[in-house]
């Protein structure tokens, strides 16, 4: 493997290459929105979202996880940790991608959450892993089933529940929860304090939307709710981004300016965000590949998919087996 700095939350340097993504000249830049205005203002007007050179980068397989998962966002990226299955579909082993270090943990999970050196799975029988250690932490005291897949940032999780949106602090046994009509096949994503999901209630006038909820006061408020079905949510601290028929779309959580890449993105895997830096599937062709909005990307034979980064690496697919590719030098800057 080739030797790469450590990043910090998906901005690194080896040898520098600076890029940048900006909008196209000839479309203006939308005024800046609060969030809380969006539900009843008109969505602001997308910038066209450019693609840099992709950087130089290395790939390896990981034979370790290569086992097919019954939650199928497995394996995926936590922080430097890859975490997948065993034989039994079942969410059971992590591998460090800098020191390859294995851990089997110590209970295993049908469906799983993963974030920076954690896994979390909902339900009396399970908890949450601080990696390296196999032992689970106290489980989770759930008041009812999720109906979907859970997700946590490393501090927090969300759930999709019957009727409702859930939220908690890992550790805590108090749970926030509020009405809402989450749809089961797509996770929530988590910007703390704000949870986003994709709702159903209105799907018979525009199509699924995108709700938001701060979980400091105030009620659910729907964020996006253009014509058509909005998709595949996910969220860091600095970016919101989902999926529709016209493509990716990314929402700036700090001024509330948004980009479009116009592209298929197709239905079945949702977009990777880490910091300022998306991945998704595209599709062109009949071939399936995996692009970042910092340039790095997974090409080649076959089909790449569901991609999973953070810092420098980006986890795809190929046929079902997982790669590693490894950015060797990056400087992200806007959007």
Request: charged share 20%.
């Amino acid at each position: 493997m080739t030797a790469v700095n450590t990043p910090y939350r998906g901005c690194f340097t080896a040898v520098l290459l600076s890029v940048a993504c900006t909008p196209a000249p000839d479309v203006p830049a939308p005024p800046p929105l609060s969030w809380t205005t969006l539900a009843a203002a008109a969505d602001p007007v997308p910038m066209e979202l450019e693609l840099p050179p992709a950087p130089p980068s290395s790939r390896r397989p990981l034979s370790w996880l290569h086992h097919a998962c019954r939650d199928r966002r497995f394996p995926t990226l936590a922080g430097p940790w890859a975490v997948g299955c065993g034989p039994g579909g079942r969410v059971d082993r992590a591998i460090h991608l800098e020191t390859g270090q294995r851990v089997e943990l110590g209970a295993a999970a049908d469906s799983a959450a993963a974030g920076p050196g954690w896994v979390f799975a909902p339900g009396a029988e399970h908890g949450w892993w601080a990696l390296p250690s196999p032992t689970p932490r106290s489980p989770w005291p759930a008041h009812a089933a999720p109906i979907g897949q859970p997700v946590i940032d490393g501090r927090h999780a969300a759930l999709s529940l019957e009727g409702r949106i859930a939220a908690f602090e890992l550790g805590e046994s108090h749970t926030l929860s509020r009405d809402a009509d989450p749809t089961p096949w797509f996770p929530p994503a988590l910007a703390w304090p704000t949870v986003y999901w994709v709702d159903s209630r209105d799907q018979a006038v525009s199509g699924l939307d995108i709700w938001a909820w701060d979980t400091t006061g105030g009620p659910p408020l729907p964020l996006v709710t253009r014509a058509g079905d909005q998709r595949h949510v996910a969220a860091s601290r600095d970016r919101l981004v989902w999926l529709d028929e016209q493509g990716l779309w990314l929402h700036d959580l700090s001024d509330d300016t948004r980009w479009l890449h116009r592209t298929d993105t197709g239905f079945r895997a949702g977009p990777s965000v880490d910091g300022s830096v998306a991945c998704w599937e595209e599709r062109k062709a009949g071939d399936v590949d995996v692009r970042c909005t910092d340039g790095l990307e997974a090409t080649g034979a076959g089909d790449q998919g569901w991609p999973s980064r953070w810092g420098p690496w980006l986890m795809v697919r190929v046929d079902g087996t997982p790669w590693l590719i490894t950015a060797q030098a990056a400087q992200v800057e806007s959007p």
